[in-house]
């Protein structure tokens, strides 16, 4: 579990998030949202570690962030950030490949178990297909797939995306959404994931924070916050859910979201 406590972080003498205490799962799908500038990509770098905050600590498993080292960090922590790094005449398996680096480092030798690894990522990510493709080539759909096989291959049991579906059509963000589901329900890895579209959220998420001006407006379970009077004030529109058309087994919430205007 990650615990925050008292954090603050503040850019231009402006203070961009502030929460004072602030427990998020980390055997869960956990979904990060809010407005633009509300703060969640601020959040996500806190978690992973990329930014300290200005006031304030992060705890994971009760062991304070800032105590751990790059290498350790990395092997309990895999973060994907918005804009995918530059990945030029990389071929997919040698991204993958890049996932090994924190158990065996720039000159650590290499053995049969990551290439197991390697392999394994590659095949959970469904990309079987495209490994030996130039990872640049791939669609949208099948890049964001290459490089969650990298996380994989990095065997952290917490994954953090910030917005993996923004540049994605709708096929391929379910397809995403349904992936990162099963690395839940399956391999208990803990994900947590910034989205903006509601209906993603209560198709997939078992726990949501939502942020709202840099402080936490909501913090608990999918069910919870479906309630069109709570997400009518949580977006400042008014919000009616219907039931889904084609429920899904095992789904936490079956309704669709249905903007008012």
Known sequence: MFSLSNIKVIRNSRTILSVDQLNIPTDKLTVILGHNGSGKSTLVNLLSGLTQPDNGEIYLDGKPIKSFTTKTLAKSIAYLPQKLPNSAGLTVRELVRLGRFPWRGLLGRWNKNDENVIAQAINQAGINGFSDTLADELSGGERQRAWIAMLLAQQSP??????????????????????LTKLNHDQQRGIIVILHDLNLTLRFASHVIALKQGTIAFNGSIKSLANEKRLSSLYQTPITLIPHPSPQKNSEINKVAVVCA
Request: proline share 5%; charged share 15%.
């Open 158 to 179: 917490i994954l953090i995306l910030d917005e993996p579906t923004s540049a994605l059509d709708i096929h391929h963000q379910f397809q995403l959404m349904t992936l």
